[in-house]
């Protein structure tokens, strides 16, 4: 049976710096997780991708990451994704450190 | 010290020619990132979670301190001010910005040093012993093996698309510290009848599937190692599995064939080779040999050093734990570690590099090394310098005396930077040197080696720790494994797994119950932590690890 859709966040690295990048409703690359789109249309995460795969002139390696909603707007579901937003653990030195 | 040939430079030069112009192809969008992608790996470029990650070479993890201060100058110009030391003798650079990175390559360059070959399927950087040239167990110095190995393999045409990646090691001693058994190749340098020669060892690794290496020649001669060398690799290279990524290393290709089988095809191959070798190989081999000359050893007194050590306490412990007998009368080996409790472990900044450097030109012969535990080394001071050596290095932070003891921990770089990690590394690393510095144990422990990967690909070797620890992401949430009674020297051994994993705020008491159960029923302090687990085996550490947990719900 295939599994139930659950929400989505296009992300990917920024071509030159590789900062983590998460794709916006109104199609910019925010290093900020809270603006991203959270997609909770499969189709719609479908195509967002692909349109995602088409800027190889600005990101590296699109995916879809699980996220859930919340007041802040979207929050990672794993703890990788966790890691990815925050920057290592080990010094406070991260890009979204920094911007956050 | 090897220095570059005009060919070694003109090479270098021209292959970082290339690969500034496929970056500007690239940011162009001349180029995908699916053709960029092999080009940037061959430069030693990869992407990791939050950013590029450049790894650099030092090859058999000889530097001198113009080289380490190069790479203090890179940390600071185009990364965050540190770099990493790693368990292959490389330094790796965690934040460089693409553009950046051809011209960190010529700034590499222009010190003799590079990132070819460490990334890919190809022959990875070759590793030797951290004390060559100074051990006093040595036979030979490893070296100017590793470094006919390296030029023999830089951009060989047969060995671009192995299999999978391959690693080599060499140590010049019977005592392994460069853990030979655990590398495609292992060679040890061995002395039969007066002559020297070469055991070489194949189809050691770690990861998914560890494997100690096994005995492919017990003497190979110093004419015959080259295409000796060859012949096993370029077996490997028609035999190894190219269907499956898991089962592509030399390890699975000796483990399905059998030693004997894959001994008497790199036999056949190597008689139908060994003409081609004209012995130009033999007569680079001696000119190598000559940049390895030893340095001219001083004959002083060492008054200083017995006095200081007699009256200082806290230099008489770093003495103890970090300083290791040299060949040379008056000589010491000093080891520098780079695992401060709680700190990063093979972080150095822009500042301890200077620091090295400094040190290594005005007392060590000019001379610095890197460990595969991920500390420096500085091969030949004399014991005179040590009382002041010392004193810098504390001023530096540079001064823990944590050498083999349980704080000093390879740990590789995990979920908190690498693209593969399925658990974090480094802050299990930090909380457990932070928690026995708190509770004073560590002397009283002894030698205890802990090793810490963050996936099963096993780059922090916890296959072969005392106590290894494997993180794993089990339904979402970090969840550690333990392992107890690996080995990486010369009696290596694969570590036994104890038992279901533990979370994240578990594996420290967990740790911690461990070593109790070492402490509590060891026979005396000159029973190592690995030589109680060789006498009594895993029962009393699961009693430990899970009864004991049973037996308090219970209650």
Redesign the interface.
Known sequence: MPREFTPKVVTANALLEGDVVYQTADDRWSRHLSEAELISDEALAKLRLAQAEGQPELVVGPYLADAKPSDNGPQPTHFREEFRRTGPSNYDHGKQAEVN | MYSYSEFDAAFVAERNRQFRAQVER??A?NL??DEFKPLRLMNGLY??????MLRVAIPYGTLNSRQMRQLAHIAETWD?GYGHFTTRQNIQFN?P???DVPEILDALAEVEMHAIQTSGNTIRNVTADHFAGAAEDEIADPRPVAELLRQWSTDHPEFQFLPRKFKIAVTGSPNDRAVIKAHDIGIQIVERDGEIGYRVLVGGGLGRTPMIGKVLSDFVSQEDLLPYIEATVSVWNLLGRRDNKYKSRIKITVHEHGIDDIRARVQERFEIIRPAFSGIDVALFEDIKTAFAPPVFRQDGTEVFETTYKTDPIFRSWADTNLVAHKAPGYSIVQISLKAHGA?PGDATADQMRVMADLAEFNGHDELRISHEQNVILPHVHKSHLPTLHAILKKHGLATANIGLISDIIACPG???CALATA?S??IA?QIATRFDELKLEHDIGELKIKISGCINACGHHHVGHIGILGL?RA???NYQITLGGDHTETAAIGDRTGPGFSADEIIPAVERIVETYLDQRQDRDETFLQFYRRVGMAPFKTALYEQDKAYAAE
């Not at chain 2, 992407?47 to 590029?52: I, M």
Request: proline share 4%; net charge negative; hydrophobic share 30%.
């Open positions: 690239r940011i969008g995908t990132e992407l990791q979670l939050h950013a590029y965050k934040w910005e693409l553009r990063t979920m908190d930077y974090r480094i802050p930090q992401d979402g949430v970090e």
